[in-house]
């Protein structure tokens, strides 16, 4: 996820200050990872440097002085186009097993058994968020569906790929 | 919920086997199951334990044989060799009496379609099992209004299956599953007809409503997400069984 695209968002709803963007990045994305002052801040500055925010005010307090920002229209304009172009899918974990399968497979060690270990372990993942989502806000279960959906997916190729391997088997020996 | 090994030589069905504290003694067990459909074997050696109260995902590609294991668990189809046991009563030694009478009372079904009666409506079909055995109409009309209401469909208790949607059908085949609060309930593939939130429904209902009542589950289905609801899983491959908790 884009920290600085998420804290436009955030300012384009309204004005804030650090610690109240946040408050709110944390309240809806945190899932018990909340941000550090420091990425707050470090982000901010970035968006300040690139025109996208600004400081719309600054009040003296008992610290630091406390500034808060709003969004540009540079800064809409950049946070309309992340919203509306669409991610690249990644097909992150198809390569690392593709390549654990070919080397079992040369190296004559049980391939099925690499893809059962992860079905294994993708499904013992499968029931955690199962069971996070029955216990969950409806926030919760969305989250956690986004996650079974990909999970499923995964599956799927596990289970494909264990039933061609043994055509996979003559491809890589021959 | 701990996993137990299917394939342990000592683990004799027709024996309560001593285990371990923590492991509690398998409610149903198959061990060695063989069992074909003319030249062809559909189980070729599958071995499965179910503890009470628990709930296990049988899947596997199509053809694999899951079916057919779930229906001799449930005795509904007699294995050519190997042991079905179910609370130490050994399944394949019993008459066809016996068995039906052991499905009426102590198990519960749940199919992808068609476990309604078409002509009763949903309330009558709900109270079917309690009046197969014996319960008074009120009585079991009672019980099975209160079934209605906690799947959420006593409104539909007039209703025939005819007039229901597949999920609203659904949850009325859950409250039919365990109006006779079973022991054992066989649901095969329970959500194969249905959309992605009527299936999420019907499992949440489905497996909140077992667990409340300690109805063991054999679950049998080809999607991760529906078998995610589950303790563990069981695959079945060519008619043999592997625990992947085992496996690994």
């Given at each position: 996820m884009s920290l600085g695209q998420t804290f436009l968002g955030l300012l384009e709803s309204q004005p804030r200050h650090g610690y109240d963007i946040k408050r709110v990045y944390d309240e809806h994305f945190g899932r018990g990872r909340s941000l550090h002052y420091g990425q707050v801040y470090a982000t901010l500055s970035r968006l300040l440097k690139n025109g996208l925010v600004e400081v719309d005010a600054v009040e003296p307090g008992e610290g630091p002085e406390r500034k808060r920002y709003s969004?540009?229209?540079?800064?809409?304009?950049?946070?309309?186009?992340?919203?509306?172009?669409?991610?690249?899918?990644?097909?992150?974990?198809?390569?690392?097993?593709?390549?654990?399968?070919?080397?079992?497979?040369?190296?004559?060690?049980?391939?099925?058994?690499?893809?059962?270990?992860?079905?294994?372990?993708?499904?013992?993942?499968?029931?955690?968020?199962?069971?996070?989502?029955?216990?969950?806000?409806?926030?919760?279960?969305?989250?956690?569906?986004?996650?079974?959906?990909?999970?499923?997916?995964d599956l799927r190729w596990l289970e494909l790929t264990a039933a061609r391997l043994d055509r996979l088997a003559a491809e890589v020996r021959r | 919920m701990t996993a137990r090994s299917e394939q342990r030589p000592e683990q004799r069905p027709e024996q309560r086997p001593e285990q371990p504290s923590e492991q509690p003694s398998p409610l149903l067990s198959a061990h060695a199951l063989h069992k074909s459909f003319g030249p062809t074997p559909a189980l070729d050696g599958a071995s499965i334990t179910v503890a009470a109260g628990e709930l296990i995902a049988v899947m596997g590609p199509s053809g694999s044989g899951k079916s057919t294991l779930l229906h001799c668990l449930a005795g509904i189809l007699r294995p050519e060799s190997g042991t079905v046991s179910f609370d130490g009563?050994?399944?394949?030694?019993?008459?066809?009496?016996?068995?039906?009478?052991?499905?009426?009372?102590?198990?519960?079904?749940?199919?992808?379609?068609?476990?309604?009666?078409?002509?009763?409506?949903?309330?009558?079909?709900?109270?079917?099992p309690l009046r197969l055995n014996g319960v008074r109409r009120r009585q079991a009309e009672q019980q099975a209004t209160e079934w209605l209401e906690r799947l959420e469909v006593d409104d539909?208790?007039?209703?025939?299956?005819?007039?229901?949607?597949?999920?609203?059908?659904?949850?009325?085949?859950?409250?039919?599953?365990?109006?006779?609060?079973?022991?054992?309930?066989?649901?095969?593939?329970?959500?194969?007809?249905?959309?992605?939130?009527?299936?999420?429904?019907?499992?949440?209902?489905?497996?909140?409503?077992?667990?409340?009542?300690?109805?063991?589950?054999?679950?049998?289905?080809?999607?991760?997400?529906?078998?995610?609801?589950?303790?563990?899983?069981?695959?079945?491959?060519?008619g043999r069984t592997r625990d992947l908790a085992v496996a690994r």
């Open positions: 969004i540009t229209d540079a800064g809409v304009t950049d946070v309309a186009d992340w919203l509306s172009r669409p991610e690249n899918p990644e097909p992150y974990l198809q390569s690392t097993l593709y390549t654990k399968v070919v080397l079992a497979l040369l190296t004559d060690r049980p391939a099925a058994d690499i893809l059962d270990t992860q079905r294994a372990e993708h499904l013992r993942l499968m029931r955690e968020l199962t069971r996070r989502k029955m216990d969950g806000d409806l926030a919760d279960q969305l989250v956690c569906d986004h996650a079974l959906f990909h999970l499923e997916a | 009563l050994e399944l394949t030694g019993c008459g066809d009496a016996r068995l039906s009478e052991l499905r009426r009372s102590e198990f519960g079904f749940l199919f992808q379609f068609g476990q309604l009666v078409p002509e009763l409506t949903c309330l009558e079909n709900v109270a079917l539909l208790a007039a209703k025939r299956p005819g007039e229901v949607s597949g999920g609203q059908g659904q949850r009325v085949g859950v409250a039919r599953a365990l109006v006779t609060r079973p022991r054992a309930v066989f649901a095969d593939e329970p959500t194969g007809a249905l959309d992605s939130l009527n299936g999420e429904r019907v499992m949440q209902l489905l497996t909140t409503a077992a667990r409340d009542t300690g109805a063991a589950v054999v679950l049998v289905t080809h999607e991760a997400r529906v078998a995610a609801y589950a303790d563990r899983e069981v695959v079945v491959r060519d």
